[in-house]
Each structure stands twice: as C-alpha cells, then as structure tokens.
C-alpha cells in the first residue's frame, strides 16, 4: 500500500508539473532602425514541485534575450526579456524554445524594421531621356519620422553622372535632424554619352543606412534629344527641341527645291 501511495504521489507531482508562456507569440511590429524596443515573456509552471528551465533561440542577431535559463518555483513563473534593435530596413523571424526537459514551448518572434526617413515624391527616380552634355534636376524632400540623427549622403555607388547635394557628403559633413524636421536634396543627370545610366546614394547616420533612394536615366543624341527643364521638383520635356537642331541640316536641300520650282 505505501509504494502503490508513492507511485500516486509521483504521478501527480509529474502531472502537476507543466510550463506554460505567455505570449505564445512575440510580435514587435513595426521599429525603427537606430531604435530598439523590448518585450516580455513570461513563463510560468503551473505544477506543484519547482522547475528549471532552460531558453534556446534561433533568432536573427537583431535580438538578443536578457537570460537563458529560470529557476520557477512550484505555481510561480519568471520574466525573460527580448529585444529588437534592428540596424537595416527589413522583416525578421525567430523563434524561442522554453523547455523544462520534460516539455518544450516554442515561441515565434516577429519584427519588421522601418526608416525612420519618410521622402517625398518618390525614392525612386527616374530622369527619362536627356540629351548628352545637358542637365535635369529632380528634387525630393526627405521628412524624419521619429528620433534623432546626424546624417550624411554616401554616393559610393552613383555614377559620375549623377550629383547630389542638400546635405552633406559623408566624409565632407554632416547635418542634425530630428523628430518632425525634413531637408531638401536636390539630384542632377548630366550624361556625356549615350547609355542607360543607373544606381543609388543612401542616406546614413554612422553605420546605419535610414534610406536608399534609387536614381536611373537615359543619355541620349543631341540631334534627337529633349530639352529638359524642371518645375515643382519634377522632370517635364520640350519635343520642339529636336526639330530645331534638324533645321541646319534641312535648309540647304530645301533651298534647291525651292529655287528648282520657281524656272520657267
């Protein structure tokens, strides 16, 4: 009877015994890069004897975990905190095993990384058809969402045929803005031949990159190119511009069959 009493104890202390976390999901939604924002997880044992737990993670290094392992005592719980401190644009998944060795929770963690740098028109800018040797301008305006940067333009990867300028070249400058303050930048194509011209300059705050802005254009003939001009940060064209750079080349013949109409 004693050891039938023993096995019915150690059967309930076993069945009594159980983890549970709270959330079953961790999501950060939407953070800016530069920024980090925490969340809670809790884990519990519901059981009637103390527990060890132990904390595993196969999570993008965006996240980090305040503890990998828990002592809960019977029907108390403990608290791990995660973090999300992102430092590019871009969508990351995990997840965090809770186990006891007996039981395993596995918990999925989500977060998406966001610019703080909203722009205005467009990031992605497209200059068109312009002749060889002339010159489009197309400005953007870039708007900080939330917190505080010191920034400059990187152009590593823009071809010569592009400039940019409005804030400072990194190297050359910075310039500080913050939380509801926006600047001016202001992209010029100037192609000296004839080819699609493409790439992209990124606005940075030290290793961070907040925003890309990708440019591209065509440099074309002069004889049957556009003239370009701008108005209110856009690109418009004027098509009389290549008829009048043929007329040089018409009037001689028109000449002769002018005067070939007029003999008797």
Request: one cysteine or more; glycine letters at 10%.
């Amino acid at each position: 009877m004693r050891r039938l009493f023993l096995l019915v104890l150690m059967f309930v202390s076993v069945a009594f015994s159980q983890i549970s976390v709270d959330p079953v999901n961790v999501d950060f939604g939407d953070v800016p890069i530069g920024s980090a924002m925490v969340q809670t997880l809790t884990i519990n044992n519901d059981g009637s004897t103390p527990v060890t737990v132990n904390i595993t993670s196969n999570l993008p290094s965006v996240f980090s975990l305040s503890s990998t392992s828990c002592a809960i005592g019977a029907n108390s719980s403990c608290t791990v905190t995660i973090t999300f401190q992102p430092t590019a644009v871009g969508t990351y998944a995990g997840t965090i095993t809770v186990s006891d060795g007996s039981q395993s929770i596995a918990v999925a963690v989500t977060g998406v990384a966001v610019s703080p740098l909203n722009v205005s028109p467009s990031n992605l800018i497209d200059f068109g058809s312009v002749p060889i040797n002339r010159t489009a301008t197309n400005l953007i305006t870039v708007n900080v969402s939330s917190g505080s940067y010191t920034v400059c333009i990187d152009n590593a990867a823009l071809p010569t045929a592009f400039s940019v300028s409005g804030i400072p070249l990194c190297g050359v400058g910075s310039v500080s803005l913050q939380s509801g303050m926006s600047a001016g930048i202001t992209v010029k194509f100037e192609p000296q031949s004839v080819g699609s011209y493409s790439g992209s300059f990124s606005i940075r705050s030290g290793s961070l990159v907040l925003l890309t802005v990708v440019v591209s254009g065509q440099g074309t003939d002069p004889a049957f190119g556009q003239n370009i001009s701008t108005s209110g940060g856009g690109c418009s064209v004027n098509p009389s511009s290549g008829i009048s750079s043929l007329l040089p080349y018409l009037l001689v013949p028109i000449a002769m069959l002018v005067r070939r109409l007029r003999r008797p």
